[in-house]
């Protein structure tokens, strides 16, 4: 069977109608995985999944991560040691179930400091509230075609800091000591631009804004170069909004996008189980392949 496919925005997405992930097949695999390398990000409505049919369908795409560490530590699916629960509901001991509450998260990609980053996530939407909590998703193989050749080339040469301290909603994370020198908080460097390892396509690789740095420049300096990086990266033009219905399914490419929430009423719950497929490359730049 062919998968009809539907691309959301000229930067990135594409909705993937006919597919039941419960039941695909690895012919329909293939097409939806080569679907997904060329659009980034694809969304799959109306899915009728168990947490065991999640898990299976996220295997498929490689080996799986466990939850990362956030404010509240980490958060499985009870019984799904790979599953992770974002939510802001409570248990009867007011205990937060998932992480990253109700308020915004800002622009991110995940678990960008760790050497290998993860290579794709899922997000399977379980309960949603009446209004907010959209996740915006922008393209990074765009955005770096939007800048100017000379920013471009300059960015080529560049490596950048991925602070580990905070999760995406500003919460330091369980176990890290607060620290708000770029210079000096806990990081991995990468390069700001990287070849994409399945596809050889350039992109620009950014983690969080907040204690970014470019090692070697000077922090003002730094922040300068980044803020404008940010705006190309972040601008209208390369985002997607996905607006969630109950049973849709989004698979990202973690090594060519990056994602943010919106804030939702904190009198409202929503729940997500998300999955996580571990990095498998460390990130080279075109500048080392060519001289390679
Ligand atoms: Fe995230």
Redesign the pocket.
Same mark, same amino acid.
């Given at each position: 069977m062919t998968l009809r496919h539907t691309p959301l925005t000229p930067a990135l997405g594409a909705r993937i109608d006919g597919v039941d992930l419960a039941r695909i097949t690895a012919p329909e695999f293939q097409q939806l995985y080569d679907i997904w390398k060329r659009h980034h990000v694809i969304v799959m409505r109306d899915q009728q999944l168990t947490d065991a049919g999640f898990e299976r369908f996220s295997a498929m795409l490689g080996e799986l991560d466990p939850p990362p560490n956030q404010g509240a530590g980490r958060k499985s699916v009870p019984g799904h040691p790979n599953l992770y629960v974002?939510s802001n509901r409570k248990d009867a001991a007011g205990e937060p179930v998932g992480a990253?509450g109700d308020g915004e998260?800002a622009w991110?990609?995940?678990?960008s400091y760790l050497e290998r980053p993860p290579h794709a %996530?899922m997000l399977w939407a379980i309960e949603l509230p009446r209004s907010g909590g959209d996740t915006w998703f922008a393209g990074m193989p765009a955005a770096l075609r939007s800048m100017p050749a000379d920013l471009a080339a300059l960015a080529r040469t560049l490596t950048i800091k991925h602070d580990g301290t905070y999760d %995406?909603g500003g919460n330091l994370r369980k176990g890290m000591v607060a620290n708000d020198d770029p210079t000096r908080s806990a990081g991995t460097p990468h390069p700001v631009v990287i070849v994409q390892p399945e596809t050889g396509e350039h992109t620009l690789y950014l983690g969080r804004r907040r204690n970014a740095w470019i090692p070697g420049l000077p922090l003002a300096e730094s922040d300068r170069l980044l803020d404008v990086i940010w705006g190309y990266a972040t601008a209208e033009a390369v985002t997607l909004r996905h607006q969630w219905r109950l049973g849709d399914v989004v698979l990202w490419n973690?090594l060519t996008t990056m994602? /943010?929430?919106d804030a939702f009423p904190p009198d409202q719950v929503r729940t997500l189980h /998300?999955s996580q497929i571990k990095g498998r490359y460390v990130l080279t730049s075109p500048i080392h392949q060519e001289a390679a």
């Amino acid at each position: 069977m062919t998968l009809r496919h539907t691309p959301l925005t000229p930067a990135l997405g594409a909705r993937i109608d006919g597919v039941d992930l419960a039941r695909i097949t690895a012919p329909e695999f293939q097409q939806l995985y080569d679907i997904w390398k060329r659009h980034h990000v694809i969304v799959m409505r109306d899915q009728q999944l168990t947490d065991a049919g999640f898990e299976r369908f996220s295997a498929m795409l490689g080996e799986l991560d466990p939850p990362p560490n956030q404010g509240a530590g980490r958060k499985s699916v009870p019984g799904h040691p790979n599953l992770y629960v974002v939510s802001n509901r409570k248990d009867a001991a007011g205990e937060p179930v998932g992480a990253l509450g109700d308020g915004e998260a800002a622009w991110h990609t995940d678990m960008s400091y760790l050497e290998r980053p993860p290579h794709a %996530s899922m997000l399977w939407a379980i309960e949603l509230p009446r209004s907010g909590g959209d996740t915006w998703f922008a393209g990074m193989p765009a955005a770096l075609r939007s800048m100017p050749a000379d920013l471009a080339a300059l960015a080529r040469t560049l490596t950048i800091k991925h602070d580990g301290t905070y999760d %995406s909603g500003g919460n330091l994370r369980k176990g890290m000591v607060a620290n708000d020198d770029p210079t000096r908080s806990a990081g991995t460097p990468h390069p700001v631009v990287i070849v994409q390892p399945e596809t050889g396509e350039h992109t620009l690789y950014l983690g969080r804004r907040r204690n970014a740095w470019i090692p070697g420049l000077p922090l003002a300096e730094s922040d300068r170069l980044l803020d404008v990086i940010w705006g190309y990266a972040t601008a209208e033009a390369v985002t997607l909004r996905h607006q969630w219905r109950l049973g849709d399914v989004v698979l990202w490419n973690n090594l060519t996008t990056m994602h /943010r929430r919106d804030a939702f009423p904190p009198d409202q719950v929503r729940t997500l189980h /998300r999955s996580q497929i571990k990095g498998r490359y460390v990130l080279t730049s075109p500048i080392h392949q060519e001289a390679a």
